[in-house]
């Protein structure tokens, strides 16, 4: 879950403080995952973006690594439960202005909110594992190694 909605869970605890039933704790927790879970996969969608720029900030005393389209979209590259996604600092990294990716996120711009549509697989990193590998068997190839 992302961590807007777990500082969501914890401000309606603090409100409600000690008048919260373990049943009712239980209930409120199970509708926000419930509601998270249907949110992540019920709007993915898959999409070319060409790469302006990227940067990051801070928030809520962690880290967020934005990504800016051509077309001023703004995307937070997270890892992600519901799509077992773990890796994600090592694809913002990776990533380069002026380049072209195919991307599948989830999510909607929320302004008020503070909630970006996110990443959670592209293809830059692969491609570019691929050309490595791509190269090296054709050396491999060139020099008669499988003939």
Same mark, same amino acid.
């Given at each position: 879950?992302?961590r807007?909605f777990?500082?969501l869970?914890k401000?309606?605890?603090?409100?409600?403080?000690?008048?919260l /039933?373990?049943?009712? &704790?239980?209930?409120?927790?199970?509708?926000?995952?419930t =509601?998270h879970?249907?949110?992540? #996969? $019920?709007?993915?969608r898959?999409?070319?973006i060409n790469?302006?720029?990227?940067?990051k900030?801070?928030r809520?005393?962690?880290?967020?690594?934005?990504?800016i389209?051509?077309e001023?979209?703004?995307y937070n590259?997270?890892n992600?439960?519901?799509?077992?996604?773990?890796?994600?600092?090592?694809?913002? /990294?990776?990533i380069? &202005?002026?380049?072209?990716?195919?991307?599948?996120?989830? =999510?909607?711009?929320?302004?008020? #909110? $503070?909630?970006?549509?996110?990443?959670?697989?592209?293809?830059?990193?692969?491609n570019?594992?691929?050309?490595?590998?791509?190269?090296?068997?054709q050396?491999?190839?060139?020099?008669?190694?499988?003939s």
């Open positions: 879950m992302s807007t777990l500082h869970f401000d309606i605890f603090k409100t409600m403080g000690n008048e /039933s373990p049943k009712a &704790a239980g209930l409120i927790l199970c509708s926000i995952t =509601g879970c249907a949110y992540a #996969l $019920g709007t993915k898959e999409k070319e790469i302006v720029s990227k940067y900030f801070t809520n005393g962690f880290t967020e690594f934005m990504i389209d051509s001023g979209n703004h590259i997270n992600s439960f519901w799509y077992w996604k773990w890796d994600s600092i090592e694809d913002w /990294s990776s380069e &202005a002026n380049k072209k990716i195919n991307t599948k996120y989830y =999510g909607f711009r929320v302004p008020i #909110l $503070g909630i970006f549509p996110n990443i959670v697989s592209s293809n830059y990193t692969k570019e594992k691929n050309i490595i590998i791509d190269n090296s068997l050396q491999d190839l060139s020099d008669g190694k499988f």
